[in-house]
């Protein structure tokens, strides 16, 4: 008896606590039309802790079940609106709380239209990420992507267009955090600046990210809408310099129920100058060199969502990329020692073409944070190149030579993700993955002038991750490990030229102390590979003149890198802005870098490839801001500092002599650069901006660059009740852009390259449209090879 009354006494407190548990919450959320808001976050709160939540459904009613008794904060939240803040109090023993129909209330700042672009770029410093919100201060720099990224805090382009990150090439670019088939300096210059909605700067990734890049990645997010019924916004603009270059985009969505279009068009062509020139000191020679380059290119991105219900989306895109090119270069070689001079008129046709397809699935867990993530993402490129090589011998006579190179690139790539999100509590978050990634590229190389040959090189990756964080009141830390398996195969002419095949762990902890809400400090901790790309080891030439010939090496090993960030972000108050700095430190082993050595083949002349250094060292700091002074000036300042310890083999000739060999040297390069962007608002509708730049000259093992600074002036007009505007920016104003270089080994020589820098961009925006982003918000992929190439032009 006692027995079944303990046990009845038992099921009783059982079926009472879970009784307990049974609140509800209930209500409706709408605009001020009356119209329902799907897809708002209904967050539950205690004590300024998120508890539980859930999101409205397709006609803005929600239900929250399986409430414990607790005095909640209710948060209404949707992008676009204010929050709204009201009360539900179980503690009363009710256990069904509607809130009725709750009316949002439309952001003040906010304009209808699309893809509303702020009038500043801001800089948000996140627990693993910069974030850079692209606006119309950044979007008037230039027509494309790699005209603005000289704005960004710790970035750099060089005058080939090739990016570094903290003064170093090993980065990885994703467009929409996928990976793309096509060179960064390519791709930078095919994307329309008006494209671009924000960057994200990762410069110490954590595991669940794919383990390439020594100073980490660089993700640029294009424009998507997804607002309520027909959107668009519509850019042009053009850049005047020794001819006028053109670029437009459109951006547009439709909307209705469950499905959403969204389509993207930008396009930018036109002809761009560049001079070169060098000078042999040891021969006396001096190459004169002139370059244009015809390039046209069309970018298209369509997509759909599908929104199964409040639980599961399905969407689809493309990324389709056209680009062709017709480059002249024009060489004098000027013999001071000879009468006369040798002429070289080259001709490079390119024809690029890639698609990107993807497809994604999304499902929401009851629980607010809860998501499992598939995705698929096939990437297509076909890349052709022919070089047509003309050149006249007036030294002694009149003789000529003429040659061809043909090269065909064909890759494939295909990626496969499954991401799991779990918070296992308010306070502890579990992050689950796994990654497929097989690359298979044909490289077809024909020429009249050296040995022809076929070329494959072939990769597979296959990966899986997990990450653990938990965030306390003022402190929070993730530890995070990828386990992968990576094999490749470069095959020459039917031989195996390289192969490897390992298993290896990729760690990943980070630790941030939040002492208040103004003050953060990080430290974080990373390893990471980089692994050669295709430019880096085919064999084929990506450029060739009479004395210099830039080609790949099949016999590069992965370099691998120990990377520790300690990172500060101090907010100011009466929201002023923000001020991060961080110090850095890496070591890195067998670190790929350029290098130039005597041509065997041919007496005076340099081959330009790649090579693995030994271990070499890095560190430095970085600081950035966004201070508001007054209501109508507000400035971002941002300096960067490192310091690169290399050593690698050179080559030297012994003297007097055409005999060289391989010496070890080693030197400390400090690289420098300061930025400072200032904006003025004049009136309600006109804007200046003033932007300068200076990059410190850097001493490396063969070459020493010179230091580079210029200022750039513009303003903007903001018209039809701000859906319109009408920007010029006077680049380079005083025409002071040049890379300069000097270097000693193989053979002493000095030059300079300078581009098209000082022009004036005019540009026209204007959006039309209304409704409230709800697009599917997907995972951030990355790369797995090195993009950037052995290219000049």
């Known amino acids: 008896m006692n027995l ?4 009845l006494c038992f099921f009783a407190s059982v079926f009472s606590m879970q009784a307990q548990k049974n609140g509800t919450l209930s209500g409706k959320v709408t605009d001020k039309n009356n ?42 939240q949707f992008i676009g609106y204010k929050t709204f803040t009201g009360k539900a109090d179980f503690t009363t023993g009710q256990r069904s709380i509607s809130l009725g129909k709750t009316v949002l209330e439309e952001e003040a700042t906010e304009l209808t239209g699309v893809n509303i672009v702020n009038e500043h770029s801001t800089i948000e410093q996140k627990i693993d990420r910069k974030v850079i919100t692209v606006g119309k201060d950044l979007t008037t720099a230039g027509a494309t992507a790699s005209d603005i990224m000289n704005n960004i805090p710790s970035v750099n382009v060089d005058q080939d267009g090739k990016l570094s990150l903290r003064g170093n090439e090993n980065v990885r670019v994703l467009i929409d955090g996928k990976p793309t088939n096509i060179d ?13 909605k924000k960057i994200e700067l990762i410069t110490n990734p954590s595991a669940k990210y794919n383990p390439e890049g020594m100073s980490g990645i660089i993700n640029i997010v294009l424009h998507k809408n997804a607002n309520d019924g027909f959107n668009a916004s519509v850019n042009t603009g053009v850049t005047i310099a020794v001819t ?12 209705k129920g469950k499905v959403n279009f969204f389509g993207n068009y930008g396009t930018n062509f036109g002809n761009k100058y560049n001079e070169g020139y060098v000078y042999r000191k040891d021969s006396i020679i001096e190459q004169i060199l002139d370059m244009k380059n015809a390039d046209k290119n069309h970018l298209f991105k369509v997509g759909m969502d599908y929104y199964i219900n409040d639980r599961n989306t399905v969407s689809v895109y493309t990324n389709q990329n056209f680009f062709s090119g017709d480059g002249d270069i024009k060489t004098d070689y000027l013999y ?35 998501t499992l993530d598939f995705e698929v993402n096939h990437n297509i490129t076909n890349n052709d190149k022919d070089i047509y090589f003309n050149s006249v011998n007036r030294i002694g ?26 918070p296992l509590s308010a306070k502890s978050t579990l992050e689950l993955g796994a990654e497929s990634r097989t690359i298979r590229t044909d490289n077809i190389f024909r020429s009249t002038r050296t040995s022809s040959f076929d070329y494959n090189y ?55 102390y939040t002492p208040s809400e103004k003050n953060s400090f990080q430290i974080s901790y990373s390893r990471r590979v980089d692994r050669p790309s295709l430019e880096q080891t085919k064999p084929s030439p990506e450029f060739a003149t009479l004395k210099l010939t830039s080609i790949g ?19 100011f108050a009466k929201n002023k802005g923000s001020v991060t700095g961080g110090v850095f430190y890496r070591l890195i082993n067998d670190e790929i870098s350029r290098i130039l050595y005597p041509d065997p083949q041919k007496s005076g002349n340099q081959i330009m490839t790649f090579d693995n250094y030994d271990n070499n060292t890095a560190f430095g700091f970085e600081v950035s801001a966004n201070y508001k002074i007054n209501s109508w000036w507000d400035v971002q300042p941002a300096i960067d500092y490192s310091a690169l310890k290399q050593k690698g083999a050179v080559a030297k000739f012994i003297p007097n002599t055409q005999i060289s060999y391989s010496e070890i040297e080693e030197v400390d390069a400090n690289a420098f650069n300061a930025r400072l962007n200032s904006n003025f608002k004049a009136t309600k509708n006109i804007r200046f901006n003033l932007f300068g730049f200076y990059r410190g000259g850097v001493e490396g093992i063969q070459f020493t660059s010179e230091p580079m600074y210029k200022i750039d002036g513009g303003v903007r007009f903001s018209m039809l009740s701000n859906k319109a505007s009408l920007s010029v920016r006077f680049n380079d104003i005083f025409n002071t852009m040049q890379f300069g270089f000097d270097g000693d080994n193989p053979y002493p020589q000095s030059g300079y390259f300078t581009w098209e820098s000082q022009s004036i961009f005019i540009g026209f925006n204007y959006m039309f449209g209304g409704g409230k982003n709800r697009a599917l918000q997907r995972k951030q992929r990355d790369d797995n090879t090195k993009q950037n190439s052995g290219g000049l032009f």
């Not at 079944?4 to 046990?7: E, Q, S, V």
């Not at 960064?184 to 671009?196: C, D, E, G, M, R």
């Not at 000879?338 to 890639?354: C, F, I």
């Open 458 to 512: 072939d990769l597979d990756i296959y990966s899986a991750y997990a990450t653990f964080g938990q965030k306390f009141e003022k402190i929070s830390y993730q530890l995070g490990a990828r386990l992968e398996s990576y094999k490749v195969d470069a095959i020459l002419n039917g031989a195996t030229a390289y192969k490897d095949d390992y298993i290896t762990v990729y760690p990943s902890a980070y630790l941030t």
């Open 4 to 7: 079944k009354l303990l046990l």
């Open 244 to 255: 006028p270059k053109y670029n437009g985009s459109i951006d547009m969505n439709y909307r």
């Open 553 to 571: 090496n099949p016999q590069l090993d992965p370099q691998f890198t120990n990377s520790v960030e300690v990172n500060y972000t101090r907010t």
């Open 336 to 370: 001071w020692q000879l009468p006369g001079a040798v002429e070289s008129r080259d001709k490079y046709l390119t024809k690029n073409n890639s698609g990107a397809y993807n497809l994604a699935f999304k499902h929401v867990f009851p629980k607010e944070g809860h």
């Open 397 to 422: 006579g009149i003789s000529t030579l003429s040659n061809t190179d043909l090269i065909e690139d064909d890759r494939q790539q295909t990626t496969i993700n499954l991401d799991y999100v779990n």
């Open 184 to 196: 960064a300096s390519q791709l930078l210059k095919q994307i329309p600046s008006s494209s671009i």
């Open 35 to 76: 119209a329902p808001i799907s897809y708002a976050s209904i967050v539950l709160k205690e004590a300024g802790k998120i508890i539980t939540g859930g999101i409205s459904d397709d006609n803005g009613n929600y239900d929250i079940k399986n409430l414990e008794p607790k005095n909640y904060t209710v948060e209404i």
